[in-house]
């Protein structure tokens, strides 16, 4: 059974940093590209960014580039989203999402990162 | 940037009545279109792709249609687990790909 598990979500003050996790089990891992899609609370879907299956390629929504990293160790079956200089419309709930053909197949239930001060 | 437009923004029906949510593309994105279901606490689950094509282990009553800018998703007789948040995502222009903003189906 696929499983992603995402966590790190806490309340951050505005500038601040945060990294957010994602465990992933249940298919091999490093074949497949992975995404981070956030959600403000009641609101729609945000794709975020992505990172390709070897780490070498990734992409980034422009709200943001220059601010967020994405990174993955396929040798613990893990992604990552390094999340620096935090705005308060950042806040939102984070998925991590596997990629099949363009397709979102699995998703995370999701970590809370809360900007405030 | 293609712009999705779902309607409407809620639909409330009766269970086992038939539900028809709508999805506009502001350009064509010929059948590279998805429908995903979001229930309170849980990610999105893919139900349909390619406009058409159920994604394993989506019953039946579930149907898409169309292609270029305009595109449907049928519930056919809704049951309990079906009330919750559908969203279209077009993913022609990739990456990323957009999504509607969601129509809400609950119970009439």
């Known amino acids: 059974e696929v499983q992603l598990v995402e966590s790190g979500g806490v309340v951050v003050q505005p500038g601040g940093s945060l990294r957010l996790s994602c465990a992933a089990s249940?298919?091999?891992?490093?074949?497949?590209?992975m995404h981070w899609v956030r959600q403000v609370p009641g609101k729609g879907l945000e794709w975020v960014s992505l990172v390709t299956r070897d780490g070498g390629s990734t992409f980034y929504a422009d709200s943001v580039k220059g601010r967020f990293t994405i990174s993955r160790d396929n040798s613990k079956d893990s992604l990552s989203l390094q999340m620096n200089s935090l705005r308060t419309e950042d806040t939102a709930l984070y998925f991590c999402a596997k990629e099949k053909s363009k397709l979102f197949d699995y998703w995370g239930q999701g970590t809370l990162v809360t900007v405030s001060s | 940037e293609i712009v999705m437009t779902q309607s409407p923004a809620t639909l409330s029906v009766f269970p086992g009545e038939r539900a028809t949510l709508s999805c506009r593309a502001s350009q064509s994105v010929s059948s590279n279109l998805a429908w995903y279901q979001q229930k309170p606490g849980q990610g999105p689950r893919l139900l349909i792709y390619g406009a058409s094509t159920r994604a394993t282990g989506i019953p039946a009553r579930f149907s898409g249609s169309g292609s270029g800018t305009e595109f449907t998703l049928t519930i056919s007789s809704l049951q309990s687990e079906d009330f919750a948040v559908y969203y279209c995502h077009q993913y022609n222009n990739w990456p990323p790909g957009t999504f509607g903003q969601g129509t809400k189906v609950d119970v009439k």
């Open positions: 249940g298919f091999t891992f490093d074949e497949y590209t």
